[in-house]
């Protein structure tokens, strides 16, 4: 029988004077006061609607061969710059920004953009994929926790991180935006990609935070759909979070996501809960839902508190959280139900805003952490290091070809071809200035590690397949070995259903009892849209003048 969660937070909190629970592997890579940016000469720094440092929030991140990527968006006025670089060998603390990839990129920092410009507005998150190509996911609205103006339709661009010229634009089709739809993350799935298509045929998935939903860009056909489901959606008892003794009150839908590539499965979490949830690719592939049916959503587990960060690591099924009130990082792994505090301080891990286990760093789980609670209260201290990036070492299972259960012949990650991927950095070479030929393929001839644990990966997915025929299941996760350990900040679902099934009667009770009536048919699912075609020339690659 497990435990309640809050028991289990206690039997694991931090004694008094004990301020951090580290590692071995953590160590923080970089650390910031207040973000600032290579200006131009003739940059207006004076003027707060352009520069405000203390609004100036650090989202994303990701970590190519030789740069760190950093994103931020535009929550508030005077953000010059929404995303940003600095070299992977550079030495001591508060580097300043490089604007990704130049400042006639970041216009709208000074309110001078065209929507029709090859241009960024606000970017939350960030992703690099095999062919060394960075996509950046522009919302468009700018001042998103101020007065929310919709700049531009939101977009995504994507950079050849060889040139640093974008390669490919890709704007969404109306049908899949909504009035106050903020895009915040995003998935690049090239499970099924073929090595000859150059990353061109992969399938991106997309949170939509204020309009709850997920948003499936199928690259190689060029089309888009939306889908969305209960689970995406805040529950207001989990609406105010806190932090040591800050407490601040946040309504955000589904913005965590992270991918399992060997069990084909896609996390999603929103800020505004205690829960985890999980829905496999097939069923996000398949297009956009008939009318009636539901989206077969699992719940996987409940989290001792809200959170944002997530990530999963490529080979291993394992998970990795970052429950906000415990300010640690945390690891579960679904397939071995084992756990594991990886970090836990006061100081260093406050708010957790991206998680990344980047393919360029080995067995390495990367940290961003900002003080957003403090930027969002207005109560920020300038003389602390309000944002970081953390790096957890041997944490995350070697590169290798993951064990698929029917792995097509011209996977992207198995070996033998003509593409093998590429070779990651050595941990131990993090703080030595990369040279020229620190990205590079690997030789065709050289061979790939093999994957620990494969034999058993198969057997579990067989099993899970065979046992498990229905679309939709409100059970917990199968192959779950109760007599492990239970991780203090996870607890795994004991029989709790995600929601009650469809053809239960769920009233709905006014102030004096009365019940109300349903006007709108049951069966109607209008939470999903349709799949439309697109027709802007531009979604072709080619470099964008």
């Given amino acids: 029988m497990l435990l309640p969660i809050w028991c289990l937070v206690a039997l694991v909190s931090v004694a008094p004077g004990d301020a951090a629970l580290h590692g071995p592997g953590f160590e923080t890579v970089k650390q910031w006061n207040l973000l600032s940016y290579n200006f131009p000469w003739d940059y207006p720094t004076s003027n707060k609607d352009f520069y405000n440092p203390e609004n100036v929030v650090a989202t994303g991140l990701e970590v190519g061969y030789d740069r760190i990527f950093i994103a931020t968006p535009r929550l508030f006025s005077g953000v010059p710059s929404t995303l940003s670089s600095i070299p992977r060998g550079s030495i001591g603390d508060s580097p300043t920004l490089q604007a990704y990839p130049s400042w006639s990129h970041h216009r709208a920092g000074t309110r001078e953009y065209n929507c029709s410009d090859i241009g960024l507005v606000s970017v939350y998150r960030i992703r690099i994929d095999s062919c060394n190509r960075l996509w950046a996911l522009d919302a468009g609205v700018s001042r998103s926790l101020e007065d929310f103006e919709v700049t531009c339709p939101p977009k995504i661009l994507v950079y050849d991180l060889h040139t640093d010229q974008v390669v490919r634009r890709i704007d969404f089709p109306p049908e899949v935006i909504r009035g106050e739809s903020l895009y915040t993350n995003l998935i690049v799935d090239e499970t099924t990609s073929r090595p000859e298509n150059h990353c061109d045929d992969v399938f991106v998935y997309i949170t939509d935070t204020v309009a709850p939903g997920i948003i499936v860009y199928d690259s190689g056909k060029d089309l888009t759909w939306r889908l969305s489901h209960p689970a995406m959606y805040p ?12 407490r601040f009150t946040l309504m955000d839908g589904v913005v965590g996501l992270a991918f399992d590539p060997e069990a084909a499965i ?23 839902l008939p009318f009636g049916k539901d989206l077969p959503v699992k719940l996987v587990g409940r989290k001792s508190s809200q959170g944002i960060g997530l990530a999963a690591a490529p080979r291993g099924g394992t998970i990795f959280y970052s429950p906000l009130s415990e300010t640690a990082v945390a690891s579960w792994n679904p397939r071995t139900n084992e756990h594991s505090i990886l970090a836990q301080d006061q100081e260093k891990i406050q708010f957790a805003a991206d998680l990344r286990t980047p393919d360029r760093d080995g067995t390495a789980l990367y940290v961003l952490t900002s003080k957003f609670h403090r930027f969002f209260l207005k109560n920020l201290d300038a003389s602390e290091f309000n944002t970081r990036i953390l790096r957890i070492d041997g944490v995350v299972q070697p590169a290798g070809p993951p064990a698929r259960l029917q792995a097509p012949s011209h996977h992207r990650f198995t070996s033998g071809g003509a593409y093998s991927g590429y070779q990651p950095l050595a941990s131990t070479s993090f703080y030595e200035s990369p040279s020229s030929s620190v990205y590079k393929p690997l030789s065709p001839s050289r061979p790939v590690p093999s994957s620990h644990g494969a034999k058993t990966y198969a057997s579990f997915v067989q099993n899970f397949y065979t046992k498990q025929p229905q679309p939709y299941s409100f059970e917990p996760v199968p192959v779950i070995d109760k007599s492990k350990p239970v991780n203090p900040f996870f607890m795994l679902n004991s029989g709790e259903k995600t929601f009650p099934p469809p053809h239960v009667p769920r009233p709905q009770f006014g102030l004096n009892g009365e019940i109300f009536i349903p006007k709108i048919n049951q069966h109607f699912n209008d939470f999903n849209g349709l799949r439309y075609a697109k027709s802007v020339r531009t979604n072709h690659t080619a470099t964008l003048k």
């Fill in 266 to 288: 896609l996390y999603f979490q929103p800020l505004a809960t205690d829960r985890l949830f999980s829905v496999s690719t097939s069923a996000l592939r398949g297009g956009p």
């Fill in 235 to 246: 529950d207001p008892d989990f609406a105010e979070s806190s932090i040591l003794e800050h």
